[in-house]
Nanobody, 126 residues
Framework: QVQLVESGGGLVQAGGSLRLSCAAS????????MGWFRQAPGKERDWVAA????????YYADSVEGRFTNTRDNVKNTVDLQMNSLKPEDKAVYYC???????????????????WGQGTQVTVSS
């Protein structure tokens, strides 16, 4: 089982940048397909990005494609989300998540991820 802790959220002006990080416990981090999700008030938790175990494949939601970059470090047991050109609609609580079984774009449904961090708040002012 893996435990996840996000950090790096905060308040930023529109057009600015933030870098989120998710630290994972355990020795088998490289076995997990990792995802980022976000949840705005009153809305469902939506998928944002996902990265394969080797970081060879990375997937993005259309809403963040070209602005967000998902990376991972299997030595440091971290997965990061670099967010550039932030918009007010990016405001949400951001979660990282992990799963052992799936991989690829067909595995990014939130129900496929059994392990979740506690979330970090991102606020973008206009």
């Amino acid at each position: 089982q893996v435990q996840l802790v996000e950090s790096g959220g905060g308040l930023v002006q529109a057009g600015g940048s933030l870098r989120l990080s998710c630290a994972a416990s355990g020795r088998t981090f490289s076995s997990y397909f990792m995802g980022w999700f976000r949840q705005a008030p009153g809305k469902e938790r939506d998928w944002v990005a996902a990265i394969s175990r080797s970081a060879g494949s990375i997937y993005y939601a259309d809403s963040v494609e070209g602005r967000f970059t998902n990376t991972r470090d299997n030595v440091k047991n971290t997965v990061d989300l670099q967010m550039n050109s932030l918009k007010p609609e990016d405001k949400a609580v951001y979660y990282c998540a992990a799963q052992l079984q799936g991989s690829g774009p067909h595995s990014v449904d939130r129900r496929s991820f059994p392990y979740w961090g506690q979330g970090t708040q991102v606020t973008v002012s206009s």
